[in-house]
């Protein structure tokens, strides 16, 4: 491992370290009434995820001039907002997975109606720590609230979770495969950026440029997924392996081949490294990242 690779790293570890003292300190502690609701709720959380969406909201920051206290609190809701995903996603009524992150999903250990309350319970708590993000000369309480609250709904991550359900045994085009994408996995990508930078006032023009680099990192992100998803074992990924297959889901490989969907993650990611040529040096956490998420391999 060569010394920059192994600084980059060390970046990561300890970012997400930052973030996790800070969702323990937001979230309610284990022994609060009710108990079971509050354990699945950390239990979720604290599945070992990898905090790449809370990581690009402080990268943003960074990018920006600002520094991870201010960017903090939204860092943290996004990550609450995303794991309420994943709880509501794995159920039976919907992708229906018993692993997550390598270990028994929240249904699987809490039950179904529990699970259900606790997405429920993370997606309430995501606006209350959201809440704690100090207003800018820019941007007041109320902006950060409408990011996250369009983006986690019908308009964005939810109505990809619809547009999901329903292409499910479906020929998709490439268009529509897209358009899932875009609303599941770029547009919360893109938001943990937004809210970062917003948290330390940044310029209109930055925040459009980190605009175009989420929405071109998030899908080179799902495509990557998808591609992992056939070429890649459950001991790796830490969930199940080919389940996209065995629902009959449209992905990237299925619909344009694994060749042409690594020339698409790879293109997409370059324009996402042009859009930061504004920041300069500032971005280049961003940018480490953007690279990094185009080879991993789970």
């Known amino acids: 491992m060569s010394a920059q690779v192994s600084e980059f790293a060390q970046y990561l570890k300890q970012s997400a370290a930052e973030v996790d003292k800070a969702l323990d300190r937001f979230l309610p502690k284990e022994k609060t009434s009710p108990t079971t609701i509050h354990k699945a709720m950390r239990y979720s959380i604290f599945a070992g995820g990898k905090r790449l ?42 992708d229906d997975d018993d692993l997550r992150r390598g270990r028994p999903t929240c249904h699987k250990v809490f039950g179904d109606g529990m699970a259900v309350l606790c997405g429920d ?61 875009k609303a599941k996995t770029a547009a919360l990508l893109t938001t943990s950026l937004r809210l970062g930078a917003m948290a330390v006032n940044a310029t209109p023009a930055k925040l459009e440029a980190l605009t175009t680099f989420g929405q071109c990192l998030g899908l080179a992100f799902q495509i990557i997924d998808d591609i992992l998803d056939v070429t890649q074992p459950t001991e790796i990924l830490g969930k199940t392996a080919g389940k996209d297959a065995k629902v009959d889901k449209a992905t990237y490989p299925a619909v344009v081949g694994l060749d042409a969907s690594r020339k698409e993650a790879a293109n997409l990611t370059k324009k996402a490294l042009a859009a930061l040529e504004p920041f300069g040096k500032k971005a280049h956490r961003l940018r480490e990242i953007a690279s990094f998420l185009l080879v991993r391999e789970y």
């Not at 990581?55 to 860092?75: F, S, T, V």
């Open 121 to 181: 319970a993370l997606l309430t708590e995501s606006f209350l720590i959201l809440a704690e993000t100090t207003p800018t000369s820019r941007y007041k309480s109320q902006c950060f609230t409408r990011e996250l609250a369009m983006t986690g709904g019908s308009r964005h991550l939810i109505g990809g979770q619809v547009l999901d359900l329903e292409g499910e045994g479906k020929a998709l085009s490439k268009a529509d495969l897209l358009k899932i994408h």
């Open 53 to 94: 969406r809370p990581i690009l909201a402080l990268a943003a920051a960074e990018a920006c001039g600002g520094d991870h206290q201010k960017a903090m609190p939204a860092a943290c809701a996004v990550e609450v907002m995303h794991t309420y995903s994943l709880v509501h996603d794995d159920l039976p009524c919907m």
